[in-house]
Structures are given as structure tokens and as C-alpha cells.
T-cell receptor
Framework: GEDVEQSLFLSVREGDSSVINCTYT??????LYWYKQEPGAGLQLLTY?????DMKQDQRLTVLLNKKDKHLSLRIADTQTGDSAIYFC?????????????FGKGTTLSVSS | GAVVSQHPSRVICKSGTSVKIECRSL??????MFWYRQFPKQSLMLMAT?????????EQGVEKDKFLINHASLTLSTLTVTSAHPEDSSFYIC??????????FGPGTRLTVT
């Protein structure tokens, strides 16, 4: 079945790098996503990676994909207090048009100054 | 990026009443809209998928008579929680998607049933 796992908490100091990890089970995933959710708000798409890519970098964000191990990570360089939020990993399974995303439980990132 | 709005952002209602939540795609036509429910400190749980002009497809365990979904146009979907009870209190999030494009999420609606 489909399952996305994430560690629940991560605490870092301002200026350090944060690495949030995610594992998924469905090898037919086409796209994998990272979303950010601030308290009381909806989800903001941060970045995504296509399943045939190993790495994608976008400013402070680096996504690494190990398709063999079904492992995805999000690295945030020079983490700031404004990065404190819940980060969700999600996978998109090919299928009928309109297939929804499968989300992990989210990793709460706490950044201290 | 594309913008999805939800209205209201927060609603408090009495047990037994019905509440309607709107989801709009503001600058694109959404062929598919999704409704999710999120409990505190939990992930998003997909409730239903709706395609414009057709009946919604509900996930297992979601009561279709309780959570009425209408996707009447390419820019509007509504979720009506009928005969709401305190256990329906939750954060409801919609997302909208054009064909073969990414999903864009609304800001969410906090429902509290007293």
C-alpha cells in the first residue's frame, strides 16, 4: 500500500543546515513534493522533484532522491527563524486523472536563535 | 503561482446545523478539486476528489451524505458539512488542479462545532 513516513520533529539553530528525511513505499511515484505549513495556514509548495532526477537545488533548498531506497530529503541551508513550520513530504501516484497526493505526517522544524 | 481561496477562513457553529465552505481557483480553471481534512498535529487526510460537472469520489470511511461536495463550475467547489457535530471540528483544506498541472492549496478553513 501507499505510505509516506517522516520523522516528527527537528530542532536546529539559526544559521545551521536542516535536513528533513522522508521515505515512501510506492515505487511507481512520478513526482515527490515538499510542502511547508505555517501555523493556522494552508500548504505552500516549496519544491518538487521528478522521479527520474537525483537532485534538485533551488536557492537555499536542496532535494535529494534515492529511488533505490525510496528515500527523499530536503536540506535547508542557513536556516532562519522564519523557516520554523511543519514540512510535509508527499508523493504522487500515477493513475486516473485527478489522483491526489499521499502525504506524510509532517516534520515540525523548530529554529532557535 | 496559481491562487486558491477558501471562504470562510474560520467558522463556529452549533451542533446540528450545516456549514458550507467554498473553494475557488482565482486565476485558473480547475478541472479537479480535492478536499482534505487535517486534525491537530496530523497529516492531511483526503476526503474526496471532485471533477467539474460530475459526482465527487469519496475516500473510504468518508460519509457522502454528511460531507456534500458540489463542483458546479471550473472555479468553484463547495463542501457542506451537514448536521455538524463536535467531532467534525477540524481544519478543512481544499486544493485545485488543472489537467496535468500541479495542485495548489487553499489557506484552509477552521471549523469549530460547539
Amino acid at each position: 500500500g501507499e505510505d509516506v513516513e517522516q520523522s516528527l520533529f527537528l530542532s536546529v539553530r539559526e544559521g545551521d543546515s536542516s535536513v528533513i528525511n522522508c521515505t515512501y513505499t510506492d515505487s511507481s511515484s512520478t513526482y515527490l513534493y515538499w510542502y511547508k505549513q505555517e501555523p493556522g495556514a494552508g500548504l505552500q509548495l516549496l519544491t518538487y522533484i521528478f522521479s527520474n532526477m537525483d537532485m534538485k537545488q533551488d536557492q537555499r533548498l536542496t532535494v535529494l532522491l534515492n529511488k533505490k531506497d525510496k528515500h527523499l530529503s530536503l536540506r535547508i541551508a542557513d536556516t532562519q527563524t522564519g523557516d520554523s513550520a511543519i514540512y510535509f513530504c508527499a508523493e504522487r501516484i500515477p493513475g486516473q486523472a485527478g489522483t491526489a497526493l499521499i502525504f506524510g505526517k509532517g516534520t515540525t522544524l523548530s529554529v532557535s536563535s | 503561482g496559481a491562487v486558491v481561496s477558501q471562504h470562510p477562513s474560520r467558522v463556529i457553529c452549533k451542533s446540528g446545523t450545516s456549514v458550507k465552505i467554498e473553494c475557488r481557483s482565482l486565476d485558473f480553471q480547475a478541472t479537479t478539486m480535492f478536499w482534505y481534512r487535517q486534525f491537530p498535529k496530523q497529516s492531511l487526510m483526503l476526503m474526496a476528489t471532485s471533477n467539474e460537472g460530475s459526482k465527487a469520489t469519496y475516500e473510504q470511511g468518508v460519509e457522502k451524505d454528511k460531507f456534500l461536495i458540489n463542483h458546479a463550475s471550473l472555479t468553484l467547489s463547495t463542501l457542506t458539512v451537514t448536521s455538524a457535530h463536535p467531532e467534525d471540528s477540524s481544519f478543512y483544506i481544499c486544493s485545485a488542479r488543472q489537467r496535468n498541472h500541479e495542485q495548489y492549496f487553499g489557506p484552509g478553513t477552521r471549523l469549530t462545532v460547539t
